[in-house]
T-cell receptor, first 112, second 113 residues
């Protein structure tokens, strides 16, 4: 089955620790995205990548980092510099511009 | 459960009735629009899309209407079913050639039995 897979579904982190969220797609999509979702707000773009070895900051990139070493994979690291990391994180991919973005099932990160 | 969707506008509809969910978009240059459905604890699911050269597009039980004059998008769901209960939100692609989408905050649809 083709799709986009995020892992883990739930993640707990102690303050001051970095944590990496996984996102893998087998849709052969060029573009991949990371969004953050908070209650009562729309999705906010953290980072996006149009092609392997290239990525761009979104609207709320501070405290996050990404890599795109393979077309299939776009991991997101939430660093200790992110002041309010508790949120629902969504990864998405799309074939190209102006096509629908397909989402993974999300990772809920909680800082304890 | 998933706390996404707290304090969202809510539309309550009787099972079997039609639902209309509205979205005002921000950029008059936007040329591509998508409606997503998000169930509690899950990622958004694509429902239907429309390009700016159209004003209506139909899918299975769903219709999207685009009014560029007033920057308004609506999603109509025919014969609403309990499985339609979810948060619905629209997304716009604000300019040609960009990978960046702008997402609305969403509307919660509750289907009453």
């Amino acid at each position: 089955d083709g799709g986009i897979t995020q892992s883990p579904k739930y993640l707990f982190r102690k303050e001051g620790q970095n944590v990496t969220l996984s996102c893998e797609q087998n849709l052969n999509h060029d573009a991949m995205y990371w969004y953050r979702q908070d209650p009562g707000q729309g999705l906010r773009l953290i980072y996006y990548s149009q092609i392997v070895n290239d990525f761009q900051k979104g609207d709320i990139a501070e405290g996050y980092s990404v890599s795109r070493e393979k077309k299939e994979s776009f991991p997101l690291t939430v660093t200790s510099a992110q002041k309010n990391p508790t949120a629902f994180y969504l990864c998405a991919s799309s074939m190209t511009v102006n096509t629908e973005a397909f989402f993974g099932q999300g990772t809920r990160l909680t800082v304890v | 459960g998933e706390s996404v969707g707290l304090h969202l506008p809510t539309l309550s509809v009787q099972e079997g009735d039609n639902s209309i969910i509205n979205c005002a978009y921000s950029n008059s240059a936007s040329d591509y629009f998508i409606w997503y459905k998000q169930e509690s604890g899950k990622g958004p699911q694509f429902i239907i899309d429309i390009r700016s050269n159209m004003d209506k597009r139909q899918g299975q039980r769903v219709t999207v209407l685009l009014n560029k004059t007033v920057k308004h998008l609506s999603l109509q769901i025919a014969a609403t079913q309990p499985g339609d209960s979810a948060v619905y939100f629209c997304a716009e692609n604000p300019s040609f050639g960009t990978y960046k989408y702008i997402f609305g905050t969403g509307t919660r649809l509750k289907v009453l039995a």
